[in-house]
């Protein structure tokens, strides 16, 4: 139903609908021995305490036009933080026309803050391989509104806030306000994907996968990072340092956990050997040409 954003805020009564976008990103790396594991789980709790989630948090709230109310943070022992914050949307006087289109938020010139109607959480989960010496990090934010705040136009910004390698993203519409006349409206804005609130430059770097289910406002995405360059997955050290044969074993490792977690599921090797060497090859190709076009010293 297409409703200009005049005939939208002509509501009988508090518009009920409630908006939820849940964003979760995962960041992978290789760490062979304890001491590089314990390194980076560190490295990640200090890049992302609960002093950092939350002024991220604080971010969302000014780009979706919530009012912070209340926030609750805390780290954790041995890792992890959670950040949990309350928020109100205030008076609606003016609806502005930016927050019913389809396309990707400002980025700003876990913690739980307290919104009247709304919150937003933030939760991260380090952990490990007990064998294969990957390590991955998880950071899961939701964002859940009611009235005209939309969730949506935090988007850019949360990628924008975290290294990436895999991302799922969900976003649903519950409820049901009324107009004036008694009308229901289940949904107050057009949508048709996730992926037109991600700037193209973000689209252009990943694999992406949409599920959505129109009949019930329910949309799924999932992202997983296109390009590979083993360098992003050592911790510590760079691939120069490896043998052809080492560096081919940590591709295949890493490739292997990408695709369990872009796929949601658990994979047996014989189902990714050819992609993992093929994201093998590729690089190699990409190296001799470098060194190929690369003038040489004098």
């Known amino acids: 139903m297409d409703l200009t954003p005049q005939q939208r805020v002509e509501l009988h009564g508090f518009n009920n609908l409630t908006k939820s976008l849940s964003f979760n990103m995962y960041d992978i ?7 590089e594991r ?19 948090l604080k971010h969302v709230a000014d780009i979706i036009g ?22 109100s949307e205030g ?3 003016e609806v502005p026309t930016e927050v019913f289109e389809e396309s990707p938020g ?4 876990a913690v739980t803050l307290a919104l009247d109607k709304s919150h937003i959480t933030v939760h991260t989960y380090p952990e ?46 519950r409820g049901f306000t009324r107009d004036k006349e008694g009308y229901k409206l289940f949904i107050d804005h057009e949508i048709s994907s996730i992926q037109n609130y991600i700037p193209d430059e973000v689209i252009d770097r990943y694999q992406m996968i949409d599920v959505n289910v129109y009949q019930e406002h329910i949309f799924h995405t999932k992202c997983k990072l296109r390009d590979f360059d ?12 490896l043998t052809e044969e080492q560096r081919q074993e940590i591709t295949e490792s890493i490739i292997w956990e990408m695709d369990e977690i872009f796929y949601g599921k658990n994979i047996y090797q014989g189902s990714f050997v050819k992609n993992a060497e093929k994201v093998f090859r590729d690089n190699l190709e990409q190296e001799v040409q470098k060194k190929q076009t690369d003038p040489e010293p004098e």
């Open 66 to 87: 919530a009012n912070v109310l209340n926030v609750a943070k805390q780290d954790y022992v041995p890792q992890g933080a959670s950040v949990t914050m309350l928020v």
């Open 128 to 173: 490990y391989h007990p064998d294969e010496g990957i390590s991955t990090f998880r950071a899961d934010i939701d964002v859940s509104t009611c009235g005209e705040i939309s969730p949506l136009k935090a988007l850019n910004y949360l990628i924008h806030s975290f290294e990436t390698d895999v991302m799922t993203m969900d976003y649903r519409v």
């Open 38 to 56: 314990e390194a980076y789980l560190e490295y990640i709790d200090e890049r992302y305490n609960a002093d950092r989630l939350t002024k991220i």
């Open 106 to 109: 400002p980025l700003p010139s």
């Open 230 to 241: 083993l360098n992003n997955y050592l911790f510590g050290y760079t691939k120069d340092k």
């Open 29 to 35: 790396c290789y760490t062979q021995t304890k001491e």
């Open 91 to 93: 008076p609606v006087v």
